[in-house]
């Protein structure tokens, strides 16, 4: 199992970025996946989740209609879309598996991508 | 939201000591409860879930306990790769991570 990102980098407030996270190992369209970000102030945060096929898809408050979650089963890919980006929004951000044993956890998580937004 | 408190936010042993580290939930979350060790620049590994089941591979010396709002993970035999940042997370309303509990090398 192997969670490949990319897309992370250096952006101005109030512009976008887009992060991707390659699948490759297991039966990516059979799985939720997540978004997690982790700064040196807050810690671990949830960002938001899309099921297996994409129907469902859910944010955390501070990232609602700013951020968008979406997959592509066919390439075996995740896309973290994130606009209108303000300096709190700077992290390292990862995606991550979801599986469901007894209840749901994240097994496999990417390498982590460092978004930076600054003037 | 629910909110989660491990205490302590640090703690320092040697190798061979048994540690323990508490995480409390804001409100009830049975056991929907996992914990994760991250070491400096690596993404969070899953050595937990729901409170008290050890995911695959992962070492016997690790346990975890609690229901409800208080949890406990233990390590039993410190080994120096144990040495690391652990983070309990709820799945009981959506996902929230606990602060972080950093063990270092006394």
């Known amino acids: 199992v192997q969670l490949v990102q990319s897309g992370g980098g250096v952006v101005q407030p109030g512009r976008s970025l887009r992060l991707s996270c390659a699948a490759s190992g297991f039966a990516f369209g059979d799985h939720a996946m997540h978004w997690v970000r982790q700064t040196p102030g807050k810690g671990l945060e949830w960002v938001g989740l899309i099921s297996y096929e994409g129907g469902d898809v859910f944010y955390a408050d501070y990232v609602k209609g700013r951020f968008t979650i979406s997959r592509d089963n066919s390439e075996n890919t995740l896309h973290l879309q994130m606009n209108d980006l303000r300096p709190e929004d700077t992290a390292v951000y990862y995606c991550?598996?979801?599986?469901?044993?007894?209840?749901?956890?994240?097994?496999?998580w990417g390498q982590g991508a460092l978004v930076t937004v600054s003037s | 939201d629910i909110q989660m408190t491990q205490s302590p936010s640090s703690l320092s042993a040697s190798v061979g000591d048994r540690v323990t580290i508490t995480c409390r939930a804001s409100q009830s979350i049975s056991t929907y409860l996992n914990w994760y060790q991250q070491k400096p620049g690596k993404a969070p590994k899953l050595l937990i879930y729901?409170?008290?089941t050890l995911q695959s591979g992962v070492p016997s010396r690790f346990s975890g306990s609690g229901s409800g709002t208080d949890f406990t993970l233990t390590i039993n035999g410190l080994q120096p790769e144990d040495f690391a940042t652990y983070y309990c997370q709820q799945k009981y309303s959506m996902y929230t991570f606990g602060q972080g509990t950093k063990l270092e090398i006394k």
């Open positions: 729901a409170a008290s």
């Open positions: 991550a598996r979801e599986v469901i044993i007894i209840i749901s956890a994240f097994d496999y």
